[in-house]
């Protein structure tokens, strides 16, 4: 305890510096901890959103669909729907084919992906499907004349309104051009640009008839409770899929390699961002303390004459620099736990800042919600506080350096 109290006395002796110090280190760690925690809600709600709208957690494909995206690339999605169904892992399962085509309307054409899709079934989980985002018309029904929904830029270029004709082409199984014709049911803008601008949804089934393969997918995305289910409904679904050669079982992050690749660059990104904001605090501290120390020369000094020996100087320059660490980290932490409790609940609105700005094929909400990474929140909590202690160092050994007389008769 007195080597704490002397430390304590020695770190106030300049109240104003320290305090200064003290709230460089809190602040950085406090923006450390709150980029950490917005970025953890912000990857867990597009990680969510993308496997809603896409793979799944886990999604069955054909084997040979990932690398060459072939039109008779599918899996027997009827087949395989009732088996992945009883699975208590699984919430849901979506079956979809993919398609490059062409669309048609009396104006003109244009290139379009043609997704279809279990339309009535998706409408409550597929964020593409939000009721938000139908900006026209209604959902497709059954009728003589298949419905279809549009991309608003695509069906503005176009110049077609709902309730309009047009003809939906592509390229059947066997590599011969097939045709639909259609009827524009509903306009979506679902915030993904390439969708809004070059993208149609219609029937699963409807689709898979007119590329002669009744009953099948190309994806059948498997939706889990959350992320951390799929170890534990992995292996079940792969023991269902081996009873089909041609099918392969990916999780979402081999599925969508573009958004998995594109959060983990971002998270190095973020990790030098640390890095020089961490440096600042080191040099900081070391200016703080190698500060104090030199208004301490003579005081040194007569130590020093009285027999004190190095290690005495040694504890007592780390206890003040584990003193400074432990404050600046303690409010550091505190600040961004409040911080992160009106994030977590309330949200960050960037509406004015980001409007219809896409991630990974994912749409980005402008109301983030941060989430709490308190593994990462630990460690960099714990980092800053060795860091100022390893700042220190170079002060310590100016203060062992001091000569006794020196010290005295110069100072």
């Keep these: 305890m007195l080597w704490l109290s002397i430390a304590w006395r020695n770190l106030w002796r300049n109240r104003n510096r320290t305090l200064l110090q003290i709230s460089a280190i809190a602040g950085s760690l406090m923006l450390a901890i709150f980029v950490v925690n917005l970025n953890a809600g912000l990857y867990t709600r597009m990680i969510e959103d993308a496997c809603r709208a896409g793979s799944g957690h886990i999604g069955l494909y054909h084997r040979d669909y990932q690398a060459n995206h072939q039109v008779g690339d599918t899996v027997p999605a009827d087949a395989l729907l009732p088996k992945l169904a009883q699975d208590p892992a699984v919430v849901a399962v979506y079956p979809r084919v993919r398609l490059g085509g062409l669309i048609r309307s009396s104006h003109d054409s244009r290139p379009a992906a043609t997704i279809g899709l279990d339309l009535a079934k998706e409408q ?3 964020p593409l499907l939000a009721a938000k985002n139908l900006v026209a018309g209604r959902w497709p029904s ?8 549009v991309g608003d830029r695509l069906a503005s270029e176009l110049q077609v309104k709902v309730g309009k004709k047009a003809v939906v082409m592509v390229q059947d199984a066997t590599g011969q051009i097939a045709s639909e014709l259609v009827r524009v049911s509903g306009v979506l803008h679902t915030g993904v640009s390439d969708l809004d601008g070059g993208a149609i949804f219609m029937d699963r089934s409807e689709l898979a008839r007119l590329i002669g393969r009744p009953g099948s997918a190309h994806e059948i995305a498997v939706v889990l409770k959350d992320q951390q289910a799929i170890p534990g409904a992995l292996p079940g679904i792969q023991a269902i899929a081996q009873a089909y050669p041609e099918v392969a079982v990916l999780t979402w992050d081999k599925a969508n390699a573009g958004l998995a690749s594109g959060i983990a660059l971002k998270r190095k990104s973020q990790g030098t961002m640390f890095f020089v904001l961490y440096l600042l605090v080191a040099i900081g501290t070391t200016s703080t303390l190698l500060m104090s120390v030199m208004e301490r020369i003579r005081e040194f000094g007569v130590l ?30 505190l600040l961004a736990t409040l911080l992160g409790l009106y994030t977590a609940t309330v949200g960050l609105d960037l509406s004015k800042m980001m409007k219809n700005v896409d991630f990974g094929g994912v749409a980005i909400n402008p109301i983030i919600h941060s989430g709490w990474d308190l593994a990462t929140m630990a460690g960099l909590s714990l980092a800053i506080a060795l860091l100022t202690v390893a700042a220190s160092l170079y002060p310590i050994h100016w203060a062992l350096k001091i000569r006794p007389a020196d010290a005295m008769r110069s100072y």
Aim: glycine share 20%; net charge positive; proline share 5%.
């Design 142 to 149: 059954a009728g003589l004349t298949p419905g279809v929904l």
């Design 304 to 333: 020093r004459a009285i027999g004190v020996g190095p290690r005495f100087i040694r504890r007592m320059i780390l206890l003040e620099a584990t003193l400074l660490g432990v404050l600046g980290a303690g409010t550091g932490v």
């Design 124 to 126: 409550a989980v597929n």
